[in-house]
Nanobody, 113 residues
Framework: QVQLQESGPGLVKPSQTLSLTCTVS??????????WSWIRQPPGKGLEWMGN???????YYSPSLKSRTSISRDTSKNQFTLQLSSVTPEDTAVYYC?????WGKGTLVTVSP
């Protein structure tokens, strides 16, 4: 079973870039046909898919976030990362990394001065 763990700062200032890392164990991020996603849930709201990176390294983004989002990977560490630029308080959310049915526990990121 694949296990995923998010890590990164819990507090980010407005206009800065939010950066999170997902460390994967129990499987390789280069395994054929696997996609590795970032999903978030603002307080009191539903889940929002942000984007993913494929086993091939190709990336796909939500149209609403595409201009501010970048997903990359480090295959030597079996990790993939999320960068969200120009954050505002509306980006405050629990951020999850996931692959198919396997999810991390999530990490709360608060955007505040």
């Amino acid at each position: 079973q694949v296990q995923l763990q998010e890590s990164g700062p819990g507090l980010v200032k407005p206009s800065q870039t939010l950066s999170l890392t997902c460390t994967v164990s129990g499987g390789s991020i280069t395994t054929n046909y696997y996609y590795w996603s970032w999903i978030r849930q603002p307080p009191g709201k539903g889940l929002e898919w942000m984007g993913n990176i494929a086993y091939s390294g190709n990336t796909y983004y939500s149209p609403s976030l595409k201009s501010r989002t970048s997903i990359s990977r480090d295959t030597s560490k079996n990790q993939f990362t999320l960068q969200l630029s120009s954050v505002t308080p509306e980006d405050t959310a629990v951020y999850y990394c996931a692959s198919h049915a396997d999810w991390g526990k999530g990490t709360l990121v608060t955007v505040s001065p």
